[in-house]
């Protein structure tokens, strides 16, 4: 079993920032692993914010290049998703998973991002 734990959501202004944190813990060589940010808004399907390769390479949604940035450090199993310029569309439970494209087999619980306007 994998376990993932999120953690770094929370109330923000519109303009602002938010770190998140995504822990990896169980059966998974995490450096191995692909990891992915996605989120769901109420009403709206889930999608891809960004994801990161096990070297490092990194994959963006229109939607946030140049504002959002993932990264990783492996000696901590963790990803990072470091959100500036935070707008109200951003509102959303965000979520990462293993690989790339929110189609991985492992979830964590999520964690809540509001952004007021």
């Known amino acids: 079993q994998v376990q993932l734990v999120e953690s770094g959501g929370g109330l923000v202004q519109a303009g602002g920032s938010l770190r998140l944190s995504c822990v990896a813990s169980g059966s998974i060589i995490f450096r191995l692993n692909a990891i992915g940010w996605c989120r769901q808004a109420p009403g709206k399907q889930r999608e891809l914010v960004a994801s990161?390769?096990?070297?490092?390479?990194?994959k963006y949604a229109d939607f946030v290049k140049g504002r959002f940035t993932i990264s990783r450090d492996n000696a901590k199993n963790t990803v990072y998703l470091q959100m500036n310029g935070l707008n109200a569309e951003d509102t959303a439970v965000y979520y990462c998973?293993?690989?790339?494209?929110?189609?991985?087999?492992?979830w964590g619980q999520g964690t809540q991002v509001t952004v007021s306007s």
């Open positions: 990161i390769r096990s070297g490092g390479s990194t």
């Open positions: 998973n293993t690989g790339e494209s929110c189609t991985g087999l492992y």
